[in-house]
């Protein structure tokens, strides 16, 4: 069984610039959440989507940061414009039962430095 | 608000010697728990789960975890510490049937030979 897949695997952009990533979950995975691990700390949940729709975004920076999972396959977390604070690791998790017991398995991850 | 927190940030252990990191966990209502670990460069890998039932649970590489109500504790151990044990551990709470996931901030184990 295919893991959840990232990329790209790094980036390095300028602060004021756009980025995104992209996630795509284990096949059949209903759910999906974007966490961000800034260094030395454990990660944080931005965002969870149960197949296209947000079942929680209260961590989200919505002015800068948006998600979306358009087909409720896979997802793009996008962030305009960067600022320094958000070099971090982005981390796409996905789980298999909608609303039930379940276990979250994560991809690689992306690392974002803003300079 | 649920919360979670690894006490010690970084600890040495000789390999061959055991192991126990520490967590505690806040939440009102009946926990899920987790224990991840995250090598250099590599996403988290599960190694184990606390739903319900027998407080004392079996997860992958050697590792078990005790479930203490009465703590607010989800220790994870290990009798003997591997090399390729090196790594980030995090212990996390998850917010009703293991959704929404809250991370502790993490303990490093780095292992001598």
């Known amino acids: 069984e295919a893991g959840v897949a990232q990329s790209p695997r790094y980036k390095i952009i300028e602060k004021r610039q756009s980025v995104a990533f992209w996630c795509n979950p284990i096949?059949?995975?209903?759910?999906l959440y974007w966490y961000q691990q800034i260094l030395g700390q454990g990660p944080k949940l931005l965002i969870q989507?149960?197949?296209?729709?947000?079942?929680?975004d209260s961590q989200l920076p919505k002015d800068r940061f948006s998600a979306e999972r358009l087909k409720g396959v896979d997802s793009t977390l996008k962030i305009q414009p960067a600022k320094l604070e958000d070099s971090a690791v982005y981390l796409c998790?996905?789980?298999?039962?909608?609303?039930?017991?379940?276990?979250?398995?994560f991809g690689p991850g992306t690392r974002l430095t803003v300079l | 608000a649920q919360s979670v927190t690894q006490p010690d940030i970084h600890i040495t252990v000789s390999e061959g010697a055991s192991l126990e990191l520490r967590c505690n966990y806040s939440?009102?209502?009946?926990?899920?728990l987790f224990w991840y670990v995250q090598s250099p460069g590599q996403g988290l890998q599960l190694l184990l789960k606390?739903?319900?039932?027998?407080?004392l649970v079996q997860g992958i590489k050697g590792f078990e975890a005790e479930f203490k109500r009465s703590q607010s504790s989800f220790n994870l151990r290990k009798p003997s510490v591997h090399w390729s044990d090196a790594a980030e551990y995090f212990c996390?709470?998850?917010?009703?049937?293991?959704?929404?996931?809250?991370f502790g901030g993490g303990t490093r184990l780095m292992v001598k030979p």
């Open positions: 998790a996905s789980s298999g039962l909608a609303g039930g017991l379940n276990t979250q398995y």
């Open positions: 096949s059949g995975h209903a759910t």
């Open positions: 989507f149960q197949n296209n729709g947000v079942v929680d």
């Open positions: 939440y009102g209502a009946t926990p899920y």
């Open positions: 606390y739903f319900s039932g027998d407080t």
């Open positions: 996390a709470v998850g917010k009703g049937a293991g959704n929404m996931l809250t």
